[in-house]
């Protein structure tokens, strides 16, 4: 590890978390809004250009979620395959799905245009590597589907062709999706809580919701800092729904929270990373226990994500298992120093497609599955235009039911054991050589 090694975000380098000097909530409001990450902001940002008072509740600093701490991928795709929406909803469905993700992509980077927001984002293009040989030909026919059934530009490259993008024998060939990109999520993070306020949202911090009490049409929502009385409530706590307070229990049973890591080389210099990353894309691969990665918006040094453990472990614990995982690709990265580990929390629901709509009497945007940086902030936008009553509400995500996880489930996944296991099963019988 390098010397001024640190477990904070490298993004909080560039941009440090805003600290709300407020922390009373006002009496009322027509709208509270659970969390300041991507979601909750983008929401509380429209409901407010539409006149109406919204205040933005968040447990810690905004921007202590996930919303601060990605990997700065932005893409439309989803976890869930084509073909699988396709057999499990039908064709229309599955097309309408898709066709989300798309939206979300536009209208993430058209908000970022909008706003004028600086978080260095760029079309870099993002490369699939196929960890095996059975996983190249599974996605080079998901591509073909996907080209025909929603248009969507993509590549197909060999293990030949793959050179170009990527410098390793791990991967045997993958899938280019040239439209994706790239963005600094602290800087982004920072540039739509600005938004939010201009809009005249009121964003408070450390002050998280620990009750919800009908009261005739509205909502008394409890904090520690007092009791807001409210019209309508939008919950955009996301993976962290279970960690504050059990007042969003009907959330934390829908959603399985993951822990996802990342670290941040020590500066590798420009000319190392081009050498390795010819291509200069957001990687990810198609290991069960994935790795995605990219260099820093200066180009300097690599971050490296994945899940270094299905349960919480500490960035220091996640260290060298990310380390390891790195080497398993770039083998003459083995030994370099890292500056920063962190960690987060990432929202998975079962079907692995995210969720919107409104359950016990509060509206919710929720399970991104760990794409959520175009889609976070859409359906926030979304959310607040079901709440306005707009037509700009109807979502593809409004047919598939939103059901527990599984019966006594209650937001604590102690089914991750098994899944890991089963997981490094899959590996093993398609091929994969294990990261470690
Ligand atoms: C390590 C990591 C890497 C990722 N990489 C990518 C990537 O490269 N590309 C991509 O598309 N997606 C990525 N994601 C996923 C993406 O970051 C999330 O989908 C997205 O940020 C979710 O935004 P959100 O606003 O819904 O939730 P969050 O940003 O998690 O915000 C939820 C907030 O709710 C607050 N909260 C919780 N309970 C309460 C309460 N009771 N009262 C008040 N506040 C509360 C929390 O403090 C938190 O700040 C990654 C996630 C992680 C963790």
Redesign the pocket.
Known sequence: MARDFSTD?FWRVAAPLTVCDEQSPPKQADVVV?????????CARRLAQAGRSVVV???????????????????WGHRARFSSLAKKHGPAIAREILAEARRSYEFTTSLIQDEGIDCRFQVTGRYLGAASQKHYGELAREADLLREEVGLSIEVLTKADQAREIVTDSYFGGLLMPTHGALH?GLF?AGLLNAAQKAGAQVIGR????GLRRDGDDTIVE?PNGQVRAKEIAF??????????E??RAFERRLIPL????IATEKLGSNRIKALMPGGR?YVDTRSVHS?F?ADPDGERILW?GRASLNPITPTVAEPRLRGHMASIFPELRDVDVSHS??????YTRDTIPHIGKLDGVWF??G??????????Y??WRMAEKILGTPEGATGFDTPAFNPVMPLYNGNPWFMRAIEAWHKFLDWRDGVRPAR
């Open positions: 975000p659970i969390g300041g990450g991507f979601t909750g902001l983008s509740l968040e447990a810690e600093e905004p921007g202590s979620g996930a919303s601060a701490r990605n990997g700065g991928m932005i893409g999520p993070h002050t998280p919701v620990t904090t955009a706590a996301n993976g962290y729904a279970g960690q504050f307070s007042a969003l822990p996802s890591f990342i957001m995605y990219r994500g962190w960690t987060g929390r990432i929202a945007a929720c991104y599955c760990g794409s959520g940086v175009a889609m976070a902030p359906l926030g």
